[in-house]
């Protein structure tokens, strides 16, 4: 699959993975304060963005599409960083293309199944957003007010409707909205997105890792939570673990001073 992607700055690769219901754009600020230092590419997901729509929405797709990516801009190794969903790609990747990452940035997810370990609230939020954006008649809406409105009698959370409607453009044939997320695909894999790339899967990949390696938390996110610390150990014996203060799991767009602050010390660092 060819990805949707953008570029800014000239030197060593990074490339951005943004999360459920994200895209390129989201991370825009952040690539252009690092295109100082690097050459960072901000690449759409599937069913995400301006990228393909297709059936399957799975990690192993979505690391067989980064891998393409990487081989079609020719990047031998890059820097790579992950946000939610995207973290889960990245450290996908990471895993079985290890020789071809430098340094890996997991933002707020941790590599456990959110499902058996009683955090079930993670799909019925999801479940809900998304069947709240499956069951929105945009025919009779005229205006970006009138879908903030629907979404906002449909979901407890006025960040998290500001965010989904990043995604909604005009059709050029008929100017009525539409989702640039392919909504129904998402529903319907929404397990994996959930439950994939859990502490299972990494059982016959360990010990592989050989590149430095960072996770950022939100302070009040509830993505990764203390008693998890021992499973990112397990699999990273030597990650490091940072808490960006006053924060949720937007982190970087809710504290972004202190989130580039975290993030350039370790991109800085040597080895």
Same mark, same amino acid.
């Given at each position: 699959?060819? =990805?949707?992607?953008?570029?800014?700055?000239?030197?060593?690769?990074?490339? /951005?993975?943004?999360? *459920?219901?994200?895209?390129?754009?989201?991370?825009?600020?952040?690539?252009?304060?690092?295109?100082? @230092?690097? +050459?960072?590419?901000?690449?759409?997901?599937?069913?995400?963005?301006?990228?393909?729509?297709?059936?399957? %929405?799975?990690?192993?797709?979505? $690391?067989?599409?980064?891998?393409?990516?990487?081989?079609?801009? &020719?990047?031998? +190794?890059?820097? *790579? *960083?992950? %946000?939610?969903?995207?973290?889960?790609? @990245?450290?996908?990747?990471?895993?079985?293309?290890?020789?071809?990452?430098? &340094?890996?940035?997991?933002?707020?997810?941790?590599? &456990?199944?959110?499902?058996?370990?009683?955090?079930?609230?993670?799909?019925?939020?999801?479940?809900?957003?998304?069947?709240?954006?499956?069951?929105?008649?945009?025919?009779?809406? !005229?205006?970006? &007010?009138?879908?903030?409105?629907?979404?906002?009698?449909?979901?407890?959370?006025?960040?998290?409707?500001?965010?989904?409607? $990043?995604? /909604?453009?005009?059709?050029?044939?008929?100017? !009525?909205?539409?989702?640039?997320?392919?909504? !129904?695909? *998402?529903?319907?894999?929404?397990?994996?997105?959930?439950?994939?790339?859990?502490?299972?899967?990494?059982?016959?990949?360990?010990?592989?890792?050989?590149?430095?390696?960072?996770?950022?938390?939100?302070? $009040?996110?509830?993505?990764?939570?203390?008693?998890?610390? $021992? /499973?990112?150990?397990?699999?990273?014996?030597?990650?490091?673990?940072?808490?960006?203060?006053?924060?949720?799991?937007?982190? %970087? @767009?809710? !504290?972004?001073? =202190?989130?580039?602050?975290?993030?350039?010390?370790?991109?800085?660092?040597?080895?």
């Amino acid at each position: 699959m060819k =990805l949707f992607f953008r570029e800014e700055g000239e030197g060593f690769p990074l490339v /951005i993975v943004h999360g *459920l219901y994200g895209s390129s754009d989201n991370w825009l600020t952040v690539g252009k304060k690092l295109s100082t @230092a690097f +050459k960072v590419y901000m690449i759409d997901q599937r069913n995400h963005g301006r990228s393909p729509k297709d059936e399957e %929405h799975s990690y192993e797709a979505m $690391k067989n599409d980064l891998a393409e990516f990487f081989d079609q801009q &020719k990047i031998e +190794k890059a820097i *790579l *960083l992950g %946000h939610s969903m995207g973290g889960k790609t @990245a450290m996908s990747f990471a895993a079985d293309y290890p020789e071809r990452v430098e &340094k890996l940035v997991v933002v707020d997810i941790t590599p &456990k199944d959110y499902f058996s370990l009683n955090d079930e609230s993670q799909y019925y939020l999801h479940r809900d957003i998304l069947k709240a954006m499956l069951e929105i008649d945009f025919s009779g809406m !005229q205006s970006r &007010k009138e879908v903030e409105n629907y979404l906002l009698g449909r979901i407890d959370s006025h960040a998290i409707v500001q965010f989904l409607l $990043k995604n /909604i453009h005009r059709k050029k044939e008929n100017h !009525q909205f539409e989702w640039r997320l392919n909504v !129904q695909v *998402l529903y319907d894999n929404l397990d994996e997105v959930i439950s994939g790339v859990n502490e299972r899967w990494f059982e016959d990949r360990l010990p592989i890792f050989n590149y430095p390696v960072l996770f950022i938390k939100g302070e $009040k996110s509830n993505y990764i939570q203390p008693e998890d610390y $021992k /499973i990112i150990y397990r699999i990273y014996p030597d990650a490091i673990i940072k808490v960006v203060p006053d924060a949720g799991h937007w982190l %970087h @767009a809710e !504290q972004p001073q =202190l989130f580039m602050e975290v993030l350039e010390s370790f991109l800085m660092q040597k080895g």
